[in-house]
């Protein structure tokens, strides 16, 4: 591959994630008005993963405690989570994603699937397939 290609290749990456991160701002906002888009990403790693620790939750996104308390509790508060006993360690929580919290997310998710729906309408089937399996590809070798 050739420097120019490896160029346009980076080129392309970066205007891909400048405009996921606004559409996943938007729907973070969606969600509830005032969710920072850290909290965004936990409510979406505790539907797909089911309950975790706080701690769990921090390293998966390389937060401090304080950072991942502060959102916690907004959404606890929002009704989005809960916190619940640890049943392997009665000393420690769970936070778990409540069914209000579930149903926002997947309204959410409807959206966004039916916007990327529309964005590529116009293109070749078989173009859409091998755009997924490029992305699928480059998602798995970072």
């Known amino acids: 591959m050739s420097e120019q290609d490896h160029d ?3 080129r392309e990456l970066s205007l891909l994630i400048r405009q996921a991160r606004t ?12 969710l920072e888009l850290s909290a965004y990403a936990t409510l979406r ?8 620790r706080a701690s769990t939750i921090g390293e998966r996104f390389t937060l ?5 308390s502060r959102q916690l509790s907004r959404l606890i508060d929002w009704g989005l989570v809960e916190r619940t ?8 929580h769970l936070v778990a994603i409540t069914p209000t919290g579930h149903e926002r997310l997947m ?11 529309r964005l590529l309408e116009r293109w070749d089937e078989k173009d859409v ?9 480059f998602n798995r070798t970072t």
């Open 129 to 137: 397939a091998e755009f997924g399996r490029l992305l699928e590809l």
């Open 45 to 52: 790693l505790l539907d797909s993963e089911g309950p975790l």
């Open 8 to 10: 346009r290749v980076e």
């Open 85 to 92: 006993p640890d049943p392997s360690d009665g000393r420690a």
């Open 107 to 117: 309204g959410v998710s409807k959206e966004r699937k039916g916007e990327v729906r």
């Open 23 to 34: 559409l996943m701002v938007t729907n973070a906002s969606r969600v509830h008005a005032g």
């Open 64 to 68: 401090d405690k304080s950072t991942v």
